[in-house]
């Protein structure tokens, strides 16, 4: 299951999961529960957003994780201790840092996932500034901004 409020994400997601959902434009909790009553395992927040962390909450199965990945830009967030209490969930939160990127580097290096199909967007290394701003900015339908370093 994707959530995505951006267009072009969503229409790349549409390819990939069993179910895409824009929040601006329904009830996503309502439709993730409609294919899943019991709720789901994990949850992977990634919008930094007190909504978002509520949502995510409310499609949990008994048992199940909050990821937070996304930088809340507030200094707090709340929690529904009542439902995080009753459903015994956990949450796990995410702080991308040094020495964490070999993984993942290995995995597309040696074409063990496949990515290419979030690139939308290539530039050469004098371009970078350029590329920053249009990803910073949602730009064109950009989804990921390639720079290639040589």
Known sequence: FVTEKIAERI???QRRADWVGNPDEQDIV???LQRKPLGV???FECA?????VDEGLGLLRPGGTLVLVGIHRQVRIEFNMEKM???ELTVINIRRQNNCDQEPVDLVAGE?????YMVTHKFRMEQ???AFELVAGYRDGVI???IRMG
């Open 11 to 13: 229409r790349i997601a």
């Open 30 to 32: 309502q439709g993730i």
């Open 41 to 43: 395992d994990l949850v």
């Open 48 to 52: 930094g957003q007190q909504e978002t």
């Open 85 to 87: 209490r009753r459903k």
């Open 112 to 116: 063990r996932v496949e990515v290419d």
């Open 128 to 130: 970078a500034q350029e």
């Open 144 to 146: 990921k901004a390639l």
